[in-house]
C-alpha cells in the first residue's frame, strides 16, 4: 500500500488541526494504521494507532484526550484529528501501514509497519 499525508501547517497553541492519509492498494481494509511523528535529532515515536477495522484505537500518553484516530475504508483515509496543539506537538507526522494485520490488532512498534508516507510537518506557534 502506498501513503500520502497531507494536512500539516502551522497551527497557534491551543487550535485544532486536522490530517489526512490517503492509502493506494487493494489492502488498505487488512491494514492497520498509525501516526508517528519525528522532530530533529530525536526517534520517531508513536502517536496513535487503529485497527484494520476500526474498533480498536490506542494513543501515546502525551496525545491522549486531545487527538483522535479515525478511518474509512470506503474511502481508503485515516485521519488524526488534532486539538489543544502545545508547541511540544511541532514534529514531522507520519502516517505508516501495517498490511495483513491480525483482527482487532494495533501495532504501537514502528518496526511492526511495512509502509510510511512522505511525512507532514505540524508547527504549533504563536
Known amino acids: 500500500v502506498q501513503l500520502v499525508d497531507s494536512g500539516g501547517g502551522l497551527v497557534q497553541p491551543g487550535g485544532s488541526r486536522s490530517l489526512s492519509c490517503a492509502a493506494s492498494?487493494?489492502?488498505?481494509?487488512?491494514?492497520?494504521m498509525a501516526w508517528f511523528r519525528q522532530t530533529p535529532g530525536k526517534e520517531r515515536e508513536f502517536v496513535a494507532c487503529?485497527?484494520?477495522?476500526?474498533?480498536?484505537?490506542y494513543y501515546a500518553n502525551s496525545v491522549k484526550g486531545r487527538f483522535t484516530i479515525s478511518r474509512d475504508n470506503a474511502k481508503n483515509t485515516v485521519t488524526l484529528e488534532m486539538h489543544s496543539l502545545k508547541p511540544e506537538d511541532t514534529a514531522v507526522y507520519y502516517c505508516?501501514?501495517?498490511?495483513?494485520?491480525?483482527?482487532?490488532?494495533?501495532?504501537?512498534?514502528?518496526?511492526?509497519?511495512?509502509?510510511w508516507g512522505q511525512g507532514t510537518q505540524v508547527t504549533v506557534s504563536s
Open positions: 505508516a501501514a501495517k498490511e495483513h494485520s491480525s483482527v482487532g490488532a494495533y501495532y504501537i512498534d514502528r518496526s511492526d509497519y511495512d509502509s
Open positions: 492498494g487493494r489492502t488498505f481494509s487488512t491494514a492497520a
Open positions: 487503529i485497527s484494520r477495522g476500526g474498533g480498536t484505537t
